[in-house]
């Protein structure tokens, strides 16, 4: 049984940084694709990047283009977003899924920037 487990910091100011990690517990076999949506209040679910094992494709939403990197360590099964340069737009809850055989979600993280 695959579990999702997502931790990082969850509070920062605007222009801060911020780093989520999202790791496949349970399982040997490889990520196939791994990447984070996120939910502001009153708002619909968006993405906001993905990658594939061995990096071979990697995809962001233009708002986070320059701001966000996302990193997979195929070693570890386990995902990274680093957020730079926040903005108050980037607050929501963010949810990781990643993909093995079939798609994983975890239980999101609250992201807060404040001004």
């Known amino acids: 049984q695959v579990h999702v487990v997502e931790s990082g910091e969850t509070l920062v100011q605007a222009g801060g940084s911020l780093k989520l990690s999202c790791t496949a517990s349970?399982?040997?076999?490889?990520?196939?694709?791994l990447g984070w949506y996120r939910q502001a209040p009153g708002k619909e679910r968006e993405f906001v990047a993905d990658?594939?094992?061995?990096?071979?494709?990697?995809g962001y939403k233009d708002s986070v283009k320059g701001r966000f990197t996302i990193s997979l360590d195929d070693a570890e099964n386990t995902g990274y977003l680093q957020m730079d340069n926040l903005k108050i737009e980037d607050t929501g809850a963010y949810y990781c899924?990643?993909?093995?055989?079939?798609?994983?979600w975890g239980q999101g993280t609250q992201v807060t920037v404040s001004l």
């Open positions: 899924f990643l993909f093995i055989n079939r798609t994983y």
């Open positions: 349970g399982t040997n076999l490889p990520i196939e694709t």
């Open positions: 990658i594939t094992k061995g990096a071979e494709f990697i």
